[in-house]
């Protein structure tokens, strides 16, 4: 079986697929990517399902040998990047040819990118999905980041769909600096807080700490006051969801959250924008404002359309 080899494996870079769903009743955490939107959009660029596995690259981006020729589509964050000392686009489609090596250099905006080769990473299913789940050494390669010399074997490139034009498309999320607007729902235990705390969450910036990482973002900014107490009976933690502990600053749950948790949550980021929340990283900002149901399924459509005729031209 073809592989890629890494030669450089960058900060933090993990195979990730659409994550482990349907598992979390019995303690099992979902991980998969940061950004979906992203990873979906490489996998349509390079002619993949979007279930297909890629490689999820974090601030600093690897090195890597591919031993047969493959077309590959890199989407996310916007990165430096050559084939062989040749610059390439995010956003599109290109051939890397065997024995060549691409490579990821300066960072300019966002913080994840993707890597989708046609065929995709083909390493062992655990429980239905190859995504990493970093804290429980779960799926991926040995549950872990990669390192230097690490071999990932490749699908058939055959059972890819025709890959899309060499020309850039439009990012269908628009990438944040360093910082963003962030729509959340009210709840699902509001009730739990004063009747001033949404109005708070949404006074002033917060700031992502740098103890956060991809289980959550722990934010500093104004504190959120309890109106009975910051425990609650563990319940299950939606992707998104902002837990505020006895310390009154909110936690926002991301892609390697744990199943379950004891305390409340005051709200949750809409699906639509946790593509957006998951291009932040330690030192940046994000405003918060609560929107209608209707709104957020409204952006949540749009997006999805999009995706879908991203996926739809490149069928065969």
Excluded at 147 to 154: F, I, T, V
Excluded at 235 to 255: C, K, N
Aim: charged letters at 15%; one cysteine or more.
């Amino acid at each position: 079986m073809s592989a890629v080899i890494v030669l450089k494996p960058g900060l933090l870079t993990t195979i990730q697929d659409r994550g482990r769903w349907g598992w979390q009743a019995q303690g099992v955490p979902v991980a998969g990517p940061m950004d979906p939107c992203s990873h979906r959009l490489a996998n349509a660029l390079a002619g993949n399902d979007p279930g297909a596995a890629t490689l999820e690259v974090t601030l600093i981006g690897p090195e890597l040998e591919f031993e047969d020729e493959r077309v590959v589509a890199v989407a996310g964050a916007e990165f430096e990047m050559t084939v062989d000392g040749r610059g390439v686009p995010a956003n599109s489609a290109f051939v890397v040819a065997s024995g060549s090596r691409l490579r990821f250099g300066a960072r300019a905006r966002g913080s994840r990118a993707y890597v989708a080769v046609a065929g995709g990473i083909a390493v062992p299913l655990v429980l239905g999905s190859r995504a990493t789940h970093l804290i429980s050494a779960m799926g991926g390669l040995e549950g872990r980041a990669l390192k230097a010399g690490d071999r990932l074997p490749l699908g058939d490139p055959m059972r890819a769909r025709r890959a899309m034009s060499v020309q850039p498309l439009t990012p269908i999320v628009a990438l944040p600096g360093t910082h963003a607007h962030i729509r959340v729902l009210a709840g699902p235990q509001q009730d739990y807080f004063t009747h001033d705390a949404l109005d708070v969450l949404q006074s002033r910036p917060y700031t992502i700490s740098h103890q956060s990482d991809r289980m959550g973002f722990r934010l500093d900014g104004p504190a959120l006051a309890h109106a009975r107490g910051a425990d609650i009976i563990s319940d299950a933690t939606p992707l998104g969801a902002l837990q505020v502990p006895a310390s009154g600053q909110p936690i926002v749950l991301m892609a390697d959250r744990q199943t379950a948790g004891g305390y409340p949550k005051i709200a949750t980021v809409i699906a639509a924008d946790m593509s957006v929340a998951g291009q932040l990283g330690p030192g940046d900002t994000m405003t918060f404002s609560v929107c209608s149901l209707a709104d957020a399924l409204s952006a949540l459509i749009a997006q999805e359309r999009a995706l879908m005729a991203v996926e739809a031209s490149a069928a065969p």
